[in-house]
């Protein structure tokens, strides 16, 4: 893989960063969107919360420390996965 996308005109303003980060467009697609995924499944937890405080109290928070250790060590595939990865708890991120 070159240094420099090879991209030109209007197609470079989608491939240039999924080149930067090593992907395709389809590739870091799937990752987007999982994250997304992701960040709406806790944002939905912490609507509910905001609501019923006695429910998903520690969800929300959950979900994004273990988006965070994935993308931190580049494990992108626990990021589309449709089962989610191992949530660490609360207690192990104080």
Sequence with gaps: MTNECTCRGPKRWFCQHPHDTG????????????VSRRL??????????????????TTAS???????DCLEAGDREALIARKPPVVRSIDQVA
């Design 40 to 57: 709406a499944g806790a944002s939905f937890a912490a609507l509910v919360h905001a609501f019923a405080p006695n429910l998903h109290t």
């Design 62 to 68: 959950e979900r994004i420390h273990t988006m965070h």
């Design 23 to 34: 992907e395709s467009y389809a590739e870091h697609f799937r990752v987007a969107f999982g």
